[in-house]
């Protein structure tokens, strides 16, 4: 199954916000035809009904894939109106929050194929990054078809075990808001310290992005990186010492709040 099969038969897209909404854009970007595209959702946007898809105008009989994008809140009300294409040929892939494969294999049916994702906000730049994993009944070439979809709007990683998407939420899915409360108190640092607040959250934003993009460009990492702008008693090497400090600075602090997202998204999974 590729991309081609997912023309052939069809792509069913169980609600279109910003999360849907940006994989669309990807799809139809990437070639994909409007044709081949059904979209439910109970609220849809001016661009939505532009782009040429079918909009809450049913789907195939056996479409090649079933992408969940509706909020964790919405499954129980929107899963169940997709229980006709389990335990067939259909690839149901989910990148909703916190609902367990289990919870799908309940609805759906326990041979149906899924893979769940958790992708993250950078998603509607085209910059994000999704983890996935597949449950027993998924081949490798339904991986391949996830990780194509899925490319759409970043990259992509395959996870082991699906216990290890709690701490995926922890790092990625979770982590866009860790980076801009950074540049939130980076910019309110640099007022406090004498700038004029517009251009200190100008500073702090280009800070942050250029240094993103320098870590993912540069063939060093990002602990070679930091070595190499840390002159012997400069002032990076001073503000550093702070940030640097094992029982206060960002070790301790990252540690507990990576921990603090994981073992949240642990809870919403239990229900």
């Known amino acids: ?3 081609e099969d997912v023309a052939k038969h069809g792509l069913v897209l169980l609600g279109c916000g910003k999360m849907g909404g940006a994989m669309l854009k990807g799809w139809l970007e990437g070639g994909l035809p409007a044709s081949s595209v059904y979209v439910l959702d109970p609220f849809p946007s001016d661009w939505l009904k532009s782009t040429g898809v079918h909009v809450n105008a049913g789907v195939p009989e056996a479409p090649a894939i079933a992408l969940i994008a509706v909020k964790p809140q919405m499954m129980g ?8 294409l389990g335990n067939g040929t259909t690839l149901f892939v989910s990148v909703a929050a916190g609902t367990p494969i289990a ?3 309940d609805v759906l049916g326990a041979q149906t194929p899924i893979v769940r994702a958790m992708p993250n906000t950078p ?3 085209g910059r994000g ?3 996935i994993v597949g449950n027993g009944n998924t081949t490798p070439a339904h991986m391949v078809l996830a990780e194509a979809l899925l490319s759409a709007v970043g990259q992509v990683v395959h996870l082991e075990n699906e216990g290890q998407i709690d701490a995926v939420t922890g790092v990625s899915g979770s982590g866009p808001a860790y980076v801009f409360h950074l540049i939130e108190t980076l910019a309110a640092a640099g007022e406090a310290q004498g700038l004029p607040a517009a251009m200190a959250m100008q ?3 280009a ?3 250029g240094a993103g993009a320098l870590a993912e460009a540069a063939e060093e990492d990002p602990s070679q990186l930091r070595v190499n702008v840390t002159s012997p008693n400069g002032t990076t090497q001073a503000a550093l010492e702070v940030l640097m400090d094992e029982a206060n600075g960002f070790p301790a602090l990252l540690g507990r709040a990576v921990k603090a997202a994981t073992d949240r998204s642990k809870e919403l999974a239990r229900g």
């Open 1 to 3: 199954m590729n991309m």
């Open 77 to 84: 009300e929107a899963l169940p109106a997709m229980q006709a």
């Open 103 to 105: 919870k799908f294999e």
């Open 123 to 125: 998603a509607a730049i």
């Open 129 to 131: 990054i999704s983890a």
């Open 203 to 205: 500073l702090a934003k």
């Open 207 to 209: 800070t942050v992005a």
